[in-house]
């Protein structure tokens, strides 16, 4: 991890006891502060991170340290040790436990891993572009993994979907599932499941390299968190609580994602869409001719669906075009066609299979849903390329056909 500033420790009294575990490992200059230098010292020493000892701070006190430190670029993370109150929207909570002293360098270097992207980043716009936090708030298009059949579930789906997307999962392998076929941005675990089970659950997520950064928050009292999350809270609380602390640590696991969506999108010169993943229309409609050009020359099979949402919900054409850009086989290409629907080219692709991937990507969609309840179902159509077709007669007829409720 390169260093990129020293870490900001914030104190009403002299030097916390976890500053001790931070100037054991060497890897961070540190500098201390109290509550009333704290903006002063952003200023002069310009950390790389902010860690606060939250325990008997009010609200107030650290929502004003928070809009502080979310209106700087690169990503200035605050993690708060021990918080009592509600959490502002940025604040990432810690709470210590008693021999785990390395839980808060793990979460902390997870915190860098962010800001470091977000300078690179920065560095490759051209013109190089500050871009802060707050700029492209990424809570909107977050998506939250809430596993759980307790009471306290309908509680949890609805205080974590006023903010975020939430998937929900009754069952330890429908969340497996779910896991493997969308882009999640971090996990409840509520109640409902034995200690066992939940440490199976977690062994699998520490062992799979995708799965690790994943925020998780876990409300049961009967697990230590020893195992190498280094974004795992083990809490007892209740579902608004829950969800208050789960909220920003998706919101910064969500803005490492678009991130990453920009990265990708300036290496490929700005073909890409940053939000979806997708391509551009214009290199769609570029990259379609060349296709059906070369399916007419060369013969073979070329099929196009398009997935027409609701207008009113502007969160579902999104997450459909995140489903379809996480699952859509390497040869295949697509983008956002307009404010309702979304086009995919499938390669190679007679009408039977192309009818049969489209059924697939609408049925991961249909189980997609926010705090409103509303599904998330596309209309589908689907066309294939005929002798004598051009990109033009193709995407006329896509667009002319009777669209269906995929089934």
Not at 145 to 151: E, P, V, Y
Not at 375 to 394: I, R
């Amino acid at each position: 991890m390169s260093q990129q500033g020293p870490v900001l420790i914030v104190s009403a009294s002299a030097k916390p006891s976890f500053a001790a575990v931070l100037d054991e490992t060497q890897l961070f200059p540190i500098v201390v502060t109290d509550w009333n230098e704290v903006g002063r010292a952003i200023e002069q020493v310009k950390p790389a991170a902010i860690i606060a000892a939250a325990e008997g701070v009010d609200f107030v006190t650290l929502s004003g340290l928070a809009k502080r430190a979310a209106a700087r670029a690169p990503y200035l993370p605050l993690i708060a040790v021990d918080p009592a109150t509600t959490l502002p929207d940025t604040v990432i909570a810690f709470y210590q436990k008693k021999g785990l002293p390395d839980r808060l360098v793990a979460r902390l270097n997870a915190c860098l891993r962010v800001r470091a992207l977000h300078a690179t980043v920065m560095r490759r716009l051209v013109p190089p572009t500050p871009i802060a936090m707050s700029d492209i708030d990424p809570i909107g298009e977050a998506t939250a993994l809430l596993i759980g059949r307790g009471g306290a579930y309908p509680t949890l789906s609805v205080a974590l979907g006023e903010r975020a997307g939430v998937v929900g999962a009754l069952s330890i392998e429908a969340a497996a599932k779910h896991l493997s076929s969308r882009d999640i941005d971090g996990i409840v675990l509520a109640e409902g499941f034995t200690p066992r089970v939940m440490d199976a659950f977690l062994t699998v997520l520490t062992e799979d390299v995708r799965f690790r950064p994943l925020p998780v928050i876990v409300a049961s009292g009967e697990l230590t968190p020893r195992y190498e999350l280094p974004n795992l809270e083990i809490v007892t609380a209740g579902p608004t609580r829950v969800a208050d602390m789960a909220l920003p640590m998706i919101r910064q696991h969500a803005f490492e994602a678009r991130l990453g969506r920009m990265l990708k999108a300036i290496d490929a010169k700005g073909l890409i869409d940053a939000r979806t993943g997708l391509l551009t229309k214009a290199a769609f409609e570029r990259d379609f001719a060349t296709a059906v050009y070369q399916t007419s020359e060369r013969g073979g099979a070329l099929s196009v669906a398009r997935f027409t949402f609701d207008h009113t919900q502007p969160r579902a054409q999104f997450d459909g075009a995140r489903i379809i850009s996480r699952l859509m086989r390497q040869a295949d290409f697509g983008a956002v066609h307009d404010d309702r629907s979304l086009v995919v080219a499938f390669a190679g692709t007679d009408l039977r299979n192309a009818q049969a991937i489209t059924r697939r990507l609408a049925s991961v969609m249909r189980h997609t849903q926010n705090g409103r309840r509303d599904k998330a179902e596309p209309a589908v159509s689907v066309a294939t390329l005929m002798p004598g077709d051009s990109a033009l007669s193709l995407l006329g007829r896509l667009f002319g056909t009777p669209e269906r409720a995929a089934s």
